[in-house]
């Protein structure tokens, strides 16, 4: 018989047994999908497979009359410079008219009369509809995982080495012209595959049934002689020696700052020519981008990168940028700043009004977009110096205790003189000036104002559009309406803005600790499942490191042993070059002879329905008469080749058999 002595010593053991299983449950909750409930492990898989793209494009240039189209709507804008671009929207540069777009390192630059759809912008893959005109696209890297795509009326050119490409579509849409100067490309059209390599011009007309010629270099004109001053600008860029070239944006630091070092926070940035008063997401205006939400875009010229990554300090007399650790790819993010006086409910004493400051370095950045607890750590550990206890912590706070108000934190440049901007809720709403329409509000009024993770007002169909205004000259309707052949399925279209408002009852925009019980389908992009890798058959071996991945997610699932994976840097080695007898045909070329992938691909294509590609028609084999024809185009190409493998784009060794002039007409 136990004394009452042992009945207590086995009681306070059967406590601790239950606080240790209790700590992995604890553990878990920490783990949780942002804005999710359940803490099924499926549900978290779901949840990080429904996260926002780590990049975005960004219209960086533009020369003349170029208007833009958001992903889902109907209206068309002048377009606006710094204006994140993403899946679905649409771009047009006129007559006499340039434009550039980066997506990271990649350049895109349209010529005159150039029409272009973003197919799909995704960490892994860049999928362009070149409907009409010329397209000028300088790949820099590409991994295993990376898929850079190009669309026109009657080919699918990929890119699969770094290098610099032409693509040119006439105003019939029946002719495509691809020049390679640098690089490895690989067309599909008509039922055949080409490799289009250094130093060749390709041509195919048709549709259905391609005519295929091949030649050397034409002879430049100024479309791309504008393209190779602005290559080697950047190649020249002193700030790719502080942040990494995947980051968007970096291109125009050089111009309109210096690089100096900061104790505490290592190379930083600072800008040149401040106005009086300047302060960080102070000169721009607020819009509406899908899935992120509230994005800033700053008016000025270089505001890019500086306020989509990274963070900002005050020191002495002004502000300084600090980019955070030189990663490989950062995480984009569309506004790093913490809100004041953003909640429901809360006034200032001038009436609704929101209120922001930037986030200093090592301060924990949460979404306010639906996201996947690994996202949270990725989007705050390549933009800032910061450990994933303290991500946990300022996490918990928010998202496990359904916390939206962080008044509890301290926050650095809360404090500085002229840190916090505030305007009336209609300037935000409406994406009017914030500088112009900047108000007064008394420090102690601030101080005492709520913090808090998100912003609790819903955008407007102006909140979309932008600043742009509606174009009197539309652009032509075949080429806004024309289709294009693919060879992967591009990402669904977006819905409208009034759609998705309607299907979220009217509240697009909700307070974290709310939105878990409304359609979250809105805020949501929905991924293509089973992309194929473009390059290789191999996937890249996942890499960890406080929950940041370089470039994508692996496929899930696949046990088989993965071959070590190649990474063409445009600095390095090209790959060796083959005979046209050696070659490897397409992939889709080499599934024809298995009747299993063959079926794969006829439900692929019977499962598109993109109003703006089709998918293309699956190669066949070559028959010996074929065989023959692109051997010999071979022979006489590589008979007239330059002494050079990789000559410089701006010189011939030997003078060209055509010319662009028999091109689309081309910008200045």
Same mark, same amino acid.
């Given at each position: 018989m136990k004394t009452p002595k042992q009945w207590w010593s086995w009681a306070l053991i059967m406590v601790g047994l239950g606080l240790m299983l209790q700590s992995p449950l604890a553990a878990r909750a920490q783990t949780a999908p942002v804005n999710s409930v359940s803490r099924d492990p499926q549900d978290a898989l779901s949840a990080n497979d429904q996260d926002p793209p780590g990049r975005v494009a960004r219209l960086n240039f533009m020369d003349g009359s170029v208007s833009f189209q958001p992903g889902g709507e109907d209206d068309w804008v002048t377009a606006v410079l710094n204006r994140p671009l993403v899946t679905g929207d649409n771009l047009w540069a006129d007559e006499e008219s340039r434009a550039e777009v980066h997506i990271g390192s990649t350049a895109l630059r349209l010529g005159a009369n150039t029409g272009i759809t973003l197919l799909e912008v995704s960490d892994r893959a860049a999928q362009i509809r070149l409907a009409q005109g010329s397209l000028i696209v300088n790949v820099r890297h590409v991994d295993d995982e990376d898929s850079y795509e190009v669309d026109t009326p009657n080919v699918a050119f990929v890119v699969m080495q770094p290098g610099d490409y032409r693509i040119d579509v006439d105003p019939d849409g029946n002719r495509t012209e691809v020049t390679v100067w640098r690089g490895r490309g690989e067309v599909t059209g008509g039922g055949s595959s080409y490799a289009v390599v250094a130093d060749q011009h390709?041509?195919?007309?048709?549709?259905?049934?391609?005519?295929?010629?091949?030649?050397?270099l034409p002879a430049g004109d100024g479309f791309d002689n504008w393209a190779f001053e602005r290559d080697r600008n950047d190649d020249q860029s002193d700030s790719a020696n502080y942040v990494s070239r995947e980051m968007t944006g970096y291109e125009d630091l050089d111009a309109y700052g210096d690089w100096s070092y900061v104790a505490d926070y290592g190379?930083?940035?600072?800008?040149?020519?401040?106005?009086?008063?300047? @302060?960080?997401?102070?000169?721009?205006?607020?819009?509406?981008?899908?899935?992120?939400?509230?994005?800033?875009?700053?008016?000025?010229?270089?505001?890019?990168?500086?306020?989509?990554?990274? &963070?900002? *300090?005050?020191?002495? *007399?002004?502000?300084?940028?600090?980019?955070?650790?030189?990663?490989?790819? %950062?995480?984009? *993010?569309?506004?790093?700043?913490?809100?004041?006086?953003?909640?429901?409910?809360?006034?200032?004493?001038?009436?609704? #009004?929101?209120?922001?400051?930037?986030?200093?370095? #090592?301060?924990?950045?949460?979404?306010?977009?639906?996201?996947?607890?690994?996202?949270?750590? &990725?989007?705050?550990?390549?933009?800032?110096?910061?450990?994933?206890?303290?991500?946990?912590?300022?996490?918990?706070? @928010?998202i496990v205790n359904r916390s939206t108000t962080v008044n509890n934190i301290t926050y650095a440049n809360r404090g500085v003189s002229g840190g916090v901007t505030v305007v009336s809720r209609d300037t935000f709403v409406n994406a009017r000036p914030v500088g112009r329409n900047a108000v007064q509000v008394p420090g102690r009024e601030l101080a005492e104002a709520p913090v808090s993770q998100m912003v609790a007002a819903e955008p407007a169909r102006r909140?979309?559009?932008?600043?742009?205004?509606?174009?009197?000259? &539309?652009?032509?309707?075949?080429?806004?309406?024309?289709?294009?052949?693919?060879?992967?399925?591009?990402?669904?279209?977006?819905?409208?803005?009034?759609?998705?408002?309607?299907?979220a009852g009217g509240h697009l925009n909700q307070p974290l600790a709310t939105q878990q019980s409304l359609n979250q389908q809105s805020l949501v992009r929905q991924e293509p499942p089973g992309r194929p890798v473009t390059t290789n058959p191999g996937s890249r071996p996942s890499q960890s490191q406080d929950g940041f991945r370089p470039f994508g997610q692996a496929s899930a699932g696949n046990s088989q042993t993965k071959p070590q994976p190649r990474v063409w840097e445009a600095q390095g080695t090209p790959?060796?070059?083959?005979?046209?007898?050696?070659?490897?045909?397409?992939?889709?070329?080499?599934?024809?002879?298995?009747?299993? %992938?063959?079926?794969?691909?006829?439900?692929?294509?019977?499962?598109?329905?993109?109003?703006? @590609? !089709?998918?293309? *028609?699956?190669?066949?084999?070559?028959?010996?008469?074929?065989? !023959?024809?692109?051997?010999?185009?071979?022979?006489?190409w590589h008979q007239q080749k330059p002494a050079s493998s990789v000559p410089q784009r701006q010189q011939n060794s030997q003078p060209p058999v055509q010319s662009h002039e028999s091109a689309p007409k081309k910008g200045r």
């Open positions: 390709a041509t195919f007309t048709g549709s259905d049934q391609l005519s295929y010629d091949l030649g050397q190379m930083c940035w600072r800008p040149r020519a401040l106005v009086a008063g300047w @302060a960080p997401y102070r000169f721009g205006h607020w819009i509406w981008v899908g899935p992120w939400g509230w994005t800033w875009v700053a008016d000025e010229p270089w505001g890019f990168a500086p306020f989509h990554y990274g &963070r900002w *300090a005050f020191r002495g *007399a002004g502000w300084f940028w600090v980019p955070g650790p030189s990663v490989v790819r %950062p995480i984009y *993010a569309p506004a790093l700043v913490a809100w004041v006086g953003g909640r429901p409910g809360f006034n200032f004493s001038f009436g609704a #009004g929101v209120g922001w400051f930037p986030l200093a370095p #090592g301060e924990v950045f949460i979404p306010g977009y639906r996201v996947s607890r690994g996202y949270v750590n &990725r989007v705050n550990v390549t933009n800032t110096t910061v450990n994933v206890t303290r991500i946990t912590s300022v996490y918990n706070t @928010a909140s979309v559009l932008g600043t742009g205004m509606p174009v009197a000259k &539309r652009p032509p309707a075949a080429v806004i309406n024309r289709q294009v052949v693919a060879l992967h399925n591009p990402a669904p279209m977006p819905h409208s803005f009034d759609q998705r408002q309607a299907q790959e060796p070059e083959k005979s046209p007898e050696t070659q490897p045909q397409s992939r889709n070329a080499q599934m024809s002879g298995s009747s299993r %992938p063959v079926q794969q691909t006829e439900q692929q294509r019977a499962q598109w329905s993109h109003p703006l @590609a !089709k998918p293309v *028609a699956p190669v066949q084999r070559r028959n010996d008469e074929q065989q !023959k024809d692109q051997e010999e185009k071979f022979s006489n």
